[in-house]
């Protein structure tokens, strides 16, 4: 069975640019989560997307947004870069009528210059 | 709020030593309890987990036991190996309220010298 995806594997933008980081979930998953892991601030909870809508934000501005698709597939966006947005972006998916247990995909390292 | 904490690392061992990893949580309700690791350059990892009190997760020789009157998942294993050189994070989920989202510990880097 194949875990979460994540592309790309790596990403370099500049301030002020837009960055879209993509995610596929486990097969029959229907729930996908994006996490921050940042130098220095642990793991922070991002997004939470199920059946296409999203169900929970964590701290973090307007500009990170993002969406699910009907194949549970799901999309990052951070727009207006800043320096501070480095960082290993998680995404995690799970079956969450069965089980919170959540699997998590090898990330997409997001380098702002 | 849901928080975890965990011990301040790094932690570096011998191989074959016995590795503790404490880790104590505040939520309200009943949360689910979880070790994750990562290795270099890796995402995370699930190594066990525990969804309600006096279960005991384990894996790979490593062991967890849910102490809701401690409020503790303390993460142990009696014989460490060069390969579990990584970093270790205790996490919940309090699912009650429909809020699966994941509260982590900072992490704690564990390195095995052989």
């Known amino acids: 069975e194949a875990g979460v995806t994540q592309s790309p594997t790596h990403l370099i933008k500049t301030r002020g640019q837009q960055a879209t980081l993509r995610c596929s979930p486990i097969?029959?998953?229907?729930?996908v989560y994006w996490y921050q892991q940042a130098l220095g601030l642990g793991l922070q909870f991002l997004l939470w997307?199920?059946?296409?809508?999203?169900?929970n934000r964590g701290n973090f501005p307007p500009r990170f947004s993002g969406r699910q698709f009907p194949n549970y597939s799901s999309e990052l966006n951070v727009n207006a870069l800043e320096l501070e947005d480095s960082a290993l972006y998680l995404c995690?998916?799970?079956?969450?009528?069965?089980?919170?247990?959540?699997?998590f995909g090898p990330g997409t390292r997001l380098t702002v210059l | 709020g849901n928080s975890v904490t965990q011990m301040e690392g790094p932690v570096t061992l011998s191989e074959e030593a016995f590795l503790t990893i404490n880790c104590t949580y505040t939520a309200t309700g009943y949360p689910s309890l979880f070790w994750y690791v990562q290795y270099p350059g890796e995402g995370l990892q699930l190594l066990l987990k525990a969804t309600k009190a006096d279960d005991k997760g384990s894996n790979k020789g490593f062991e967890a036991t849910y102490r809701k009157e401690t409020t503790s998942f303390h993460l142990e294993k009696g014989s460490v190996q060069v390969s579990d050189s990584a970093v270790y994070f205790c996490a919940l989920s309090n699912s009650g309220g429909s809020n699966y989202k994941l509260t982590f510990g900072k992490g704690t880097l564990l390195t095995v010298n052989p």
């Open positions: 995690a998916s799970s079956l969450v009528v069965v089980t919170d247990t959540q699997y």
């Open positions: 097969s029959g998953h229907t729930s």
């Open positions: 997307y199920d059946e296409g809508e999203e169900r």
